[in-house]
């Protein structure tokens, strides 16, 4: 996922300048703030143009892991555009260098949909867990390219992880997490990173959550598509000018570990409903697998993108995200049609126990 980061210390802060518009949970908060306004400082830090008093306030996004102490924060603007996990596989499946840092969008066949509703009404519905195998284990990869800027000069490197989760009945979520050490396009690249920034630990990671209040609130959440869009609508203000922000929240309730399968269901139903989410058609993904999507442009994170939600058809789970760049960004040597951000789930299954992998 697409990140503009600076240091702070401040979560509390940010959790405040979130609460009136993204409906996360205690874990998922911290970390999140503006993009676009964060993304307007990077930029400007590479013109060289002065701040502006609003530019100044501190702002962090998508921090995966630290990126920058407030010491360097003055002098180092960070941008980390996650580029789509997956792609980069060997031929024996392991994660390799990737070909591209940033990889052409999918094509799609000529669709069979006339509309975004008619696509997903077409969909199975989600599965729920058979009673001997209760636990949800979702598997995934993840490989992002981040990007800093100091001085006008540039340096990037590809950091590459990846996680299990299992979550129990009672909604606590175990996550074992490795992580590769950086890969860095040119040996500049690595020359400045180490010079600016402090090595990062690419130690595995193991640890739990206890998503049991999320799990509470999305249980008393309307199941039925048009009382859910209805709901968001008035308790989020969101009106005709701001229908990304709904389709945000649509989006989380998608991708939750402890979001029930019939608000899963709404929540793809009301999104297909969304002025402006088009279906894109059908094809294989990067994993080879059959799939169906969904497509919305917005320019909310400050570049006009296209986010693509994909599904398996013969399932009905979201199996697969990316963010198409719509515009040239030749600052960062992007172009229009290249995928800027994504994920992919590897494997779901329900199973018996923490800790059990599918058979």
Do not use: C
Not at 183 to 194: A, H, K, L, M, V
Not at 322 to 340: A, M, N, Y
């Amino acid at each position: 996922m697409k990140r503009i980061t600076r240091a702070t210390d401040d979560a509390e802060a940010i959790r405040v300048h979130l609460a009136n518009r993204n409906p996360l949970g205690e874990d998922e908060v911290a970390e999140r703030v503006d993009l676009a306004a964060a993304r307007e400082e990077l930029e400007r830090a590479i013109s060289d143009e002065p701040p502006t008093a609003e530019s100044t306030r501190p702002s962090a996004a998508w921090r995966r892991r630290p990126m920058a102490t407030a010491a360097t924060v003055a002098a180092v603007a960070v941008v980390a555009v996650a580029a789509p996990a997956l792609w980069p596989f060997g031929e024996q499946g392991s994660p390799g260098a990737p070909a591209s840092l940033a990889p052409q969008a999918l094509a799609y066949s000529d669709q069979a949909y006339d509309s975004a509703e008619e696509l997903v009404a077409a969909l199975p519905e989600p599965g729920v867990p058979p009673p001997d195998r209760p636990v949800r284990y979702v598997q995934g990869e993840g490989i992002g390219l981040d990007q800093a800027v100091a001085d006008g000069d540039t340096a990037s490197r590809i950091v590459a992880s990846h996680t299990e989760d299992w979550i129990t009945p009672e909604a606590q979520r175990h996550t074992v997490r490795g992580h590769q050490a950086p890969t860095f396009p040119s040996s500049e690249d690595e020359r400045r990173w180490r010079e600016w920034f402090p090595p990062d630990e690419a130690e595995p990671s193991e640890h739990s959550t206890d998503l049991s209040a999320r799990a509470e609130e999305m249980r008393e959440l309307p199941a039925e598509p048009d009382a859910l869009r209805d709901h968001l609508t008035e308790h989020y203000e969101i009106d005709e000018s701001n229908q990304s922000r709904l389709v945000g929240i649509l989006d989380q309730y998608l991708g939750s570990p402890v979001a029930p399968a019939e608000l899963r269901r709404a929540a793809a139903e009301a999104l297909a409903a969304v002025d402006g989410v088009d279906a894109l058609g059908q094809t294989s993904d990067r994993l080879d697998r059959d799939i169906v999507a969904l497509g919305f442009e917005s320019d909310a994170s400050g570049w006009h993108t296209r986010q693509e939600w994909h599904f398996d058809p013969h399932t009905g789970d979201r199996v697969g995200q990316e963010e198409v760049l719509l515009e040239d960004r030749s600052e960062f040597d992007l172009e229009r049609g290249q995928v800027i951000s994504g994920g992919w789930v590897l494997e779901t299954a329900w199973v018996r126990e923490v800790g059990d992998r599918p058979d």
